[in-house]
């Protein structure tokens, strides 16, 4: 798992502070230096692609993912159904496609969430010090210790509605703990630094000092805790959808690979109901590691493995001297 | 007169391992006032404690004892917000690191903006003109082009311009320079040195410039002040300090600057923690008398205007 | 390109002709001759950019990527160094040429005592036993001015000036003929300053070595250089014997750094500096690089100012021994 040590000026974020204009589209210094990077920008791609194709889904597929067709069930990959049909004769392709909406949001709502109680906590943990910062790393340790996967089994197990929001809150509340660590001790690197001093020198209220000067200055750690509980919330929850935990009746993911658990397809040498959802939660997982290491690269340069003379003309286009001044 | 002063100001810290047993006694029995108008240097070595008299006057330590009073209130007891934020108005402190100081993702004019929006020194329609003459002042021009950089856009004289500008936006009647030169190149230094006569001259200034650099204390400051271990040693108008000093230790400061052969007895380091009774400088000093490692000297006036805290050459009589 | 003849009487140690070394796509050492001849202490002096550490780096063949020299000779006692195996580099480091490094003194490993990190260094250059190197690193603390009982100590349990003196210690180990210093002095109290320069001095009376002395400092190499360079935006503006370069700078570069220094005896007197600041390496003025904070780059002298705008001067020597890139001194 690609980690950033907490680094201590978004330097190479801040350089960027500055948008470039490609032909008449304003891009933002952040999105023009992520673009760049190969790792991100080929990890933007993938992620942006099964974003839109979430989006457009009730456009492309030929049928609700629910129907069911007795007369076409079990069938192989086809023209008229891409990727196949289920036992129940469910297109695999509409499932897949419209799966990918609940799949994404889930694990971007989880992602927002732990990344927000964790800036929020450890951030103010470490400037606030104290019994604060006694009680933050009470509850943070707590949580670290308690096995994730089992906590997930049991709460799920016990709950009485499995709904997105549930789910959603279920697993922010395992991975908050690891973020909120990790951002605790950038902030901590960052308050004695001699320009939060003068902030508050000036007059400011500690507020402002940690909102609106601290924390502008951890965004790319931010950002980057933010797709790592993404991509982990994805595959987590998917994985309690296939152990059959989850919302049994919503069409997602995980819950079309256990159905085609549950029907033993597989053995019946029917791979495409289980192969193609697992191929999409697969490739958006790679998309997101990617964007990661791409923003671990461009945070820290030692990380970088670019060569600065093999350069595409798209990153010729977006770099060069956009950047320097 | 004066317009702030430090009345015994004292601060320790502890340190020394996991169990932190032992003491340093950073800054001890610290007093000296400030004068509208006039440039104070403030000199010694790292680990005098120069720098931590800078910052409690700051406020961003609490003194272990003794006053800072302004305008005649003990500003370390302030705890209400009005009287923290009024004090803030007046007393402003520019720090060493000229890129470490302004905050990396945030424009020059926020900076600038910032002191401003909270005192609300003028109503929001002026603002940008304001920060726009306070760049002027401070020789940051074109005004509109620099209030839009990025610190990392500048040189390390430029962001220090911006830290004074900044310092100057709540007009304030003291500032504390804190080593505002030191990680400058040289050919800059005076450019800055130049700017600080200018503000004082123009704005009736009280300024504490602390610094290592004798030289450039001479150039600008109109009384001294050393410090050594945490002690104010010698004090007096700059120019008769440094003609004739009288404590040994500053002696030996102008023989190292000088360039003259020095012949050192031990090494200072660590005379800060847990200090015993005597003078300080006792390892150290070419001109020991048994009486020196037992009672702690005062600070005496041997001179009209200089005192010293020496047993031999400022004895108490 | 003038080639700068050692003074006569010694043998030149070092000779650096013509050195580039570039970051990347960005030149940050452009064209830079130096040599040092047998017992001389040369002192290069330039401000934050102008490459001397680069130089410094180069010479010991230690750059590392994106870093790397495109062009030039550095010859040491007649050998070309930039064509060397690294095994040939690996013993000439630190037995002909050893290097004392900015904020050297922090870089010792914390962990171990001083005694063995001598141990280690000797063992890597020669066949020693650990308890003659133990003694050998005694003596060599001894040498400069420390208690040979401080083998025992860890890097924690001493003072800056300390850790520094056993860094100069380790790094005359094997006897070198060259040492080169990297703002040996900076982060250091001015009093233990004057102390380690005064000891590197006495050392060099004694073992005869050259020192390459490379600090911002211009104040403490008119005191203990024997000449100096000065150095500026990856260039070499000017080169004299300190007391030349004292008395009579020819570079207005030169002359505004002497302005800088606020004097602590005689008249207190207002000082100018100089305007502006050292040259973003990427975005070099055109011309001579110096221009636009020159006092004598004057639009109204049309012809010179052409010159100055477009032209790079060259170091030429005016006298002996004194050279300056300026087109001042050229006109």
């Given at each position: ?63 609700h ?11 192989a990959?086809?023209?008229h ?31 927002a ?28 340790n707590v ?6 996967i089992?906590?997930l ?9 499995r ?12 991975l ?32 402002r000092?940690?909102?609106g ?6 965004i ?14 994805l ?24 159905w ?8 019946q ?12 939660l ?44 | 007169?004066s ?65 800072v ?85 500048l040189s ?5 311009r ?34 600080m ?35 104010i ?31 050192e ?42 005192a ?6 400022a004895?108490?009589? | ?20 070394v ?42 590392r ?25 690996r ?7 050893s ?14 005592r ?11 250059h ?65 009093v ?35 000449r ?15 007391a ?64 100055q ?23």
């Amino acid at each position: 798992m690609a980690q950033l040590e907490p680094t201590a000026l978004d330097l190479p974020l801040v350089a960027a502070r500055r948008g470039i204009n490609v032909g008449r589209i304003r891009v933002p210094g952040w999105l023009a230096l992520l673009l760049r990077n190969r790792k991100s920008r080929t990890g933007l791609l993938i992620v942006a692609f099964m974003v839109v194709v979430a989006l457009i889904s009730p456009l492309i597929s030929v049928a609700h993912p629910n129907d069911f067709n007795i007369l076409a069930t079990r069938q192989a990959p086809s023209w008229h159904h891409l990727f196949g049909t289920t036992d129940q004769g469910s297109d695999v392709f509409s499932q897949v496609v419209v799966g990918a909406r609940r799949s994404l949001a889930l694990g971007a709502l989880a992602g927002a969430l732990a990344t927000v109680v964790a800036a929020v906590l450890g951030i103010a943990a470490a400037y606030v010090g104290g019994i604060v910062d006694e009680i933050v790393n009470l509850l943070t340790n707590v949580f670290l210790t308690i096995p994730a996967i089992p906590l997930l089994v049991v709460a799920s197990g016990y709950l009485k509605t499995r709904g997105m929001w549930t789910m959603i809150a279920v697993i922010a509340l395992v991975l908050w703990a690891f973020e909120a660590r990790i951002l605790r001790a950038q902030a901590l690197t960052l308050k004695n630094r001699d320009f939060i001093l003068a902030a508050k020198a000036s007059g400011e209220p500690t507020w402002r000092v940690v909102f609106g000067e601290l924390m502008p200055n951890m965004i790319s750690r931010i950002a980057a805790a933010f797709v790592l509980v993404f991509y982990i919330a994805l595959l987590v929850d998917s994985g309690l959808e296939f152990l059959g935990l989850g919302d049994q009746s919503a069409t997602s993911w995980g819950v079309t690979i256990y159905w085609a658990q549950v029907n033993s397809t597989v053995l019946q040498g029917e791979w495409w109901p289980f192969m193609f959802p697992s191929l999409a939660l697969g490739l958006t997982v790679l998309g997101l590691v990617l964007v990661l290491a791409g923003i671990d690269e461009v945070s820290n340069p030692r990380l970088r493995t670019e060569r600065t003379e093999r350069r595409s003309r798209l990153a010729a286009l977006l770099g060069g001297k956009a950047f320097t001044r | 007169m004066s317009v702030l002063e430090v009345r015994d100001l004292s601060k320790t810290f502890p340190i020394g391992g996991a169990l932190r047993r032992q003491r340093v006694h950073a800054v001890e029995g610290v007093s000296f006032s400030l004068r509208p108008g006039t440039i104070t240097a403030l000199v010694g070595e790292s680990g005098s404690g120069k720098s931590t008299v800078a910052r409690l006057i700051a406020r961003l330590y609490d003194p272990s004892s003794g006053a800072v009073l302004f305008e005649e209130d003990d500003v370390a007891q302030a705890r209400r917000r009005k009287d923290v934020l009024h004090y803030r108005s007046q007393v402003q402190l520019i720090f060493q690191d000229p890129f470490g100081s302004l905050n990396p993702v945030k424009t020059v004019r926020h900076h600038i903006e910032r002191p401003l929006r909270i005192h609300g020194i003028v109503p929001s329609q002026q603002i940008e003109g304001r920060v726009h003459e306070l760049l002027q002042t401070v020789g940051l021009v074109p005004a509109g082009e620099v209030a839009d950089k990025y610190p990392h856009e500048l040189s390390g004289g430029q962001r220090q311009r911006v830290a004074i500008a900044r310092a100057l936006a709540v007009e304030p009647k003291v500032v504390l320079a804190d080593e505002p030169t030191s990680m400058l190149d040289v050919s800059i230094r005076i450019g800055i040195l130049n700017l600080m006569l200018k503000l004082k001259e123009e704005r009736n200034i009280a300024f504490l410039y602390v610094t290592h650099d004798l030289a450039s204390a001479r150039y600008i400051a109109d009384d001294i002040l050393v410090m050594y271990a945490g002690q104010i040693v010698e004090r007096g108008p700059a120019e008769q300090v440094l003609a004739e000093p009288l404590h040994p230790y500053t002696r030996l400061l102008l023989a190292a600057v000088h360039g003259e052969r020095i012949t050192e007895r031990g090494s200072g380091g660590s005379a800060a923690v847990d200090p015993v009774a005597g003078c300080r400088f006792v390892s150290r000093c070419p001109l020991a008398i048994p009486v020196c490692s037992e009672i702690t000297p005062e600070l005496v006036e041997a001179r009209p205007g200089q005192a010293a805290r020496c047993h031999v050459t400022a004895p108490a009589t | 390109m003038t080639v700068l003849e050692a003074p006569a009487g010694t043998k030149t140690l070092l000779e650096v002709r013509g050195l580039e070394v570039e970051y990347g796509n960005v030149r940050a050492v452009d064209g830079v001759n130096l040599h040092i001849g047998t017992g001389e202490i040369l002192g290069v002096a330039g401000e934050s950019g102008c490459g001397k550490s680069t130089v410094a780096n180069a010479i010991m063949q230690i750059l590392r990527p994106p870093a790397r020299i495109v062009g030039g000779s550095i010859v040491f006692q007649g050998e070309d160094l930039t064509g060397k195996s690294q095994e040939d580099l690996r013993r000439f480091r630190w037995r002909n040429v050893s290097m004392v490094f900015q904020s050297a003194m922090n870089a010792l490993n914390p962990v171990m005592r001083v005694g063995d990190q001598f141990v280690d260094m000797m063992q890597a250059h020669e066949r020693i036993s650990k308890h003659r190197a133990i003694v050998r690193a005694g003596e060599l603390l001894e040498l400069v001015g420390m208690d040979k009982r401080r083998v025992r100590a860890y890097p924690h349990e001493l003072s800056g000036g300390m850790r520094q003196r056993v860094i100069i210690a380790m790094a005359l180990a094997l006897s070198p003929e060259l040492v080169i210093l990297d703002e040996p002095t900076t982060a250091l109290d001015v009093v233990v300053q004057r102390e380690i320069l005064q000891e590197v001095e006495a050392l060099k009376r004694d073992l005869g070595f050259a020192v390459l002395f490379i600090t911002h400092d211009l104040s403490l190499l008119l005191e203990f250089a024997d000449r100096i360079a000065i150095m500026y935006a990856g260039e070499i503006v000017e080169t004299a014997p300190s007391a030349t370069l004292a008395s009579a700078p020819l570079h207005p570069y030169t002359q505004g750094l002497l302005q800088s220094f606020p004097p602590l005896t005689g008249p207190r007197v207002r000082l100018s500096g100089i305007p502006g600041a050292p040259p973003d390496l990427r975005d070099m003025p055109s011309g001579c690089r110096f221009h636009p904070r020159c006092p004598h780059c004057l639009p109204e002298n049309a012809a010179l100012h052409l010159r100055q705008t477009s032209e790079r001067p060259r170091l030429r020597e005016t006298a002996a021994g004194h050279s300056v890139a300026c087109h001042l001194v050229d006109a």
